[in-house]
């Protein structure tokens, strides 16, 4: 192995003296946690929620609270952003005898996302409202009418920051978008002479041309987990929506049957069973709610017992699009991880069958 700065300089690639990144063929990492917070801030301080509407006023003032980290790679002119963050707002409420009359009652208190991820980035976050001041009528009905139109304004402003980070964030103005010159629009080499291309047989030609159809922009994820019991207790786990909800924490709705539909992680996930074989097969046609309507994905879980007491699972899933409908490109790493942190590994450390 050659030591540091003594490598074949036929395959270091240097920056260039002018340091352009041409097409961002390099992987380009921006920070944008600071970025965040600004945009962030800006977005959720001092909006008017009711502006003396019966009697009541009620606003939001500042953040005051971000955490986490944020950041957008760049690779050959893709965006992929990527965030993990937490936040909380303070807001106030006030009620009054009439627009121009005395105060009656201020209350204040808080809102709080507790998780805003780029995973989730087509599903609205969780969000937490509490009041401080008064837990009384007053306080508990201006809480509830800043649920009622507080909470989808809020809502609607993170949407536009996930947009924003979908298409760049700080670095969107700094990307350059255009692609190399195809080989088909280039002139031949001086003292080249240009020969047509063989056609294709007509049976090559058209394979090809279903395969580009197939493949383009999507991908195949295969897994393959270990797991410490019966392949039928494991096959029964994942067609059971009482337990499904047991070791994600979430809603679920599961047919057993062949044609029969499900529905995971509070609606996240829906498909439908295709083939289904006791402690043997899983077949199903599987989409998310982030992915652009029609897209469906095929997922084949293969249970096999090599010994009593150990089964593997083989997971198949074919037809994952690489980017969801909001142009984030994280949609086949979050669907593996997924399928890791959230499936498997939550079924190990709930029902015990090993780490």
């Known amino acids: 192995m050659a030591k540091f700065g003594e490598g074949d300089k036929r395959w270091i690639v240097e920056d260039r003296p002018d340091g352009t990144n041409v097409h961002n063929w390099h992987w380009v990492e921006r920070d944008c946690f600071e970025w965040s917070r600004s945009l962030l801030s800006s977005l959720l301080s001092n909006l008017t929620i009711l502006d003396d ?25 893709k965006i992929i952003p990527g965030y993990e963050l937490s936040l909380s707002l303070s807001w106030e409420g006030e009620a009054r005898d009439s627009a121009d009359g005395p105060s009656l009652l201020k209350v204040s208190g808080s809102l709080e996302v507790p998780y805003l991820a780029d995973e989730n980035a087509g599903e ?3 969000v937490k409202i509490t009041v401080r001041d008064d837990d009384g009528p007053v306080g508990r009905r201006i809480k509830d009418i800043f649920i009622a139109k507080g909470k989808p304004l809020v809502l609607e402003k993170i949407r536009a920051y996930v947009q924003a980070m979908a298409t760049g964030g700080p670095v969107k103005d700094e990307i350059e978008v255009k692609k190399a010159p195809s080989d088909a629009g280039k002139a031949p080499a001086a003292g080249r ?28 994820i295969t897994l393959t987990e270990k797991f410490n019991c019966r392949a039928c207790d494991l096959y029964e786990i994942l067609m059971d929506e009482n337990r499904w909800k047991g070791f994600t924490q979430s809603n679920a709705r599961i047919s057993k049957e062949v044609g029969g539909q499900f529905s995971l992680f509070d609606g996240s996930i829906t ?36 010994e009593q007491g150990v089964t593997i699972v083989k997971l198949t899933q074919t037809e994952v699009p690489e980017e969801d409908k909001y142009g984030n490109a994280t949609v086949v790493e979050n669907t593996e991880r997924g399928w890791r942190q959230l499936i498997f590994n939550k079924i190990r450390a709930l029902f015990g069958f090993g780490i």
């Open 53 to 77: 509407e019966g009697g009541l006023a009620i606003r939001t003032k500042t953040v005051d609270r971000v955490d986490g980290e944020a950041y957008v790679n760049v690779r050959k002119g």
């Open 124 to 126: 609205d976050p969780e």
């Open 193 to 220: 002479k240009a020969f047509p291309a063989a056609p294709a047989s007509g049976n090559a030609a058209a394979a090809a041309k279903k395969e580009n159809k197939v493949k383009e922009g999507f991908r195949t």
């Open 271 to 306: 498909g439908v069973n295709e083939e289904l074989q006791d402690g043997k097969l899983i077949v199903q046609k599987w989409r998310s709610g982030s992915w652009a309507e029609g897209i469906h994905s095929t997922v084949r879980l293969i249970f096999d017992e090599p």
